[in-house]
């Protein structure tokens, strides 16, 4: 258990539908990180957030967003869903400080977009 | 912009054997991480070993070691032997100092065999 969870496990919704997704990282974890690992894409860096505030966006569709809140947990909004959305969207929160800069991930959610 | 390259999609070995997994990548950074993923049929994502490109010591966890070669841009991971359980799909990742997202590889199904 790497302490970093993910709610829901899985998500069936259809097309043009919007889903969150939310994130809650390791305790004393200040940044989380958003990916998509899906089949023909593989795993896909999406969103950077620390201490509240955006640090970096990868290949994130403008029709996603994230946030962090103030507790520190994370949302990334998935709108106007199409199939090709379908994927297992992982967070991660990161240890930082000595040598220990690592990014430990949560169990992921499964998003089925029918 | 870093790329990951993991050049075998597939191997195999028999159960108490050891095996190596291959990655290079392609940066222009002198301080960065690199790190070996393992995601069994679960999905989790799961640290397995990290290395900071700034120690020259190969990283050792237990029965996984690194073998980093910084000037040819080699990070491979041995695993002795081999159980069961380490089965499953495994990760190369690439990460920078400052910007933090990581950059990870198509990634290596191993299965082993009784």
Known sequence: DSGVTQTPKHLITAT????????????????V?????SLDQGL???????????RAKGNILERFSAQQFPDLHSELNLSSLELGD???YFCASKVTGGDTDTQYFGPGTRLTVL | AQTVTQSQPEMSVQEAETVTLSCTYDTSESNYYLFWYKQPP???MILVIRQEAYKQQNATENRFSVNFQKAAKSFSLKISDSQLGDTAMYFCAFMKHVINDMRFGAGTRLTVKP
């Open chain 1, 16 to 31: 043009g539908q919007r889903v969150t997704l939310r994130c809650s990282p390791r305790s004393g974890d200040l940044s």
């Open chain 2, 42 to 44: 679960s999905r989790q």
């Open chain 1, 44 to 54: 896909q860096f999406l969103i950077h957030y620390y201490n509240g505030e955006e």
């Open chain 1, 33 to 37: 990180y958003w990916y998509q690992q």
């Open chain 1, 86 to 88: 379908s994927a297992l």
